[in-house]
């Protein structure tokens, strides 16, 4: 086999297991989110009572207060059913075994790291060894300089150019920038709670 036909074998191999790598780490992150949805449609159950005492309130002459005071609790309460279920995703973020945490970490530096980039750790991270043992750190010269970064665990990538903030914390909070209004819709119908 010739060289070349053995690097074309190695990068389509290392492409296959970088997209098999991210394919498993949005499988576990969706995995996670609809984990922590179902226990918040858990909570969502007293809800109900607090809607009700309000909507009650709105018949019995005020209805004015009582209109916008339901609609502050269930904007409160959307509020914390979605802060429960992000946060929920971040603890088991934080929490992933070495294997899914080192994939998840290969995938991100494949996709968003830049020739000489330095990666610096979440001081909670447990995992800095196993992932600067990965071909991409030698690939595209990554270094690190044992710094670490008071972040919700994953990594920040400090570049000549830009910074990436990797961090867990940083990449839920994407997530939720982006489907917030959806999961509010899912977990609560015409106002009421969807359980």
Known sequence: MSKEAILNRIISDAQSAAEAAVTDAENKAASIVAEAETRAERDKKGTRAIIA???????DGKSATARLD????????KRRVIDTVY????????????KDAVKLAEALLSGYAENGDEIVFAANF????????????AEKNLKNSGKTADIDGGFVLVGKNSDKDLSYGALLALDREAYQSEIAAKLFVDGVANV
């Open 53 to 59: 005492e309000r909507s009650k309130a709105i018949f």
């Open 70 to 77: 339901s609609a502050k609790v269930l904007l409160a309460e």
């Open 87 to 98: 946060a929920q995703a971040l603890e088991k973020l934080k929490n992933l075994p070495q």
């Open 126 to 137: 447990q995992y800095k060894a196993q992932v600067l043992k990965l071909a991409v750190v």
